[in-house]
């Protein structure tokens, strides 16, 4: 059984460029579908924010519409509401890198809000990622990883090959012109070498132990990708 922590955001708005608020928070299945498979697969999950404040989740990713049906969004809700981890999470100041497996960090705009500024979180990530334990972030959880700065000022992630919710991706839905700034510019900018897919399609891009995702539909490929790092390498065959 691995231990699998998980980084999320604490904020429930964010601010838009002309210094208005929008509600804002995780996005509900970035978080239930790699929790449900990891849960599945016998790990254990602790969850960490920020002030160890209980994660709000988006209402938006709780609609019919956003999970595909009502039947869907039901099930969804249903872990949200009801699983233990989400509902007493710890301190991110209060984490101890050495106690986990792995880390993951699902998205939603929350993270752009609190955790691309925490100091607790980029300490996490920096830690995690240099000590070589896998790594999992998906859509614009990928704003965690610009806190993980080092001592000498460079990203601890500079350099690897990531995905995350692409900047045409945030103009089809409506965002980008209201953001103070866009995820993939930003991530660029701090040296880590962006790839993306198809707007809305499945995309994940593994390097060394960092798996990404690039939007809600890429939640359960990371997931699976994850878990094999999890496993480990496959036996070599004599």
Known sequence: MAKILFVMTGADQRTLADGGRKRTGFWADE???PYEAFKDAGHEITVATPGGVVPPVDPASLSARANGGEENAAAVRAVVEGA???GSPLALSDVRVDDFDAVYVPGGQGPMEDLAVDADSGRVLTQAV??????GVVCHGPAALLA????????AYAGYRITAFSNTEERLAGNADTA????Q?????????VEVGEPWAAHVQVDRNVVTGQNPASSGALAVELLKKLA????VTP
């Open 31 to 33: 978080a239930v579908i």
């Open 84 to 86: 233990a981890e989400f």
């Open 130 to 135: 240099e000590s070589g334990l896998p790594v």
């Open 148 to 155: 993980a700065v080092k001592e000498d000022g460079t990203n």
């Open 180 to 183: 103070r700034w866009l995820l």
């Open 185 to 193: 510019d930003r991530l660029t900018e701090a040296g880590l070498k």
């Open 232 to 235: 480990g390498p496959a036996p």
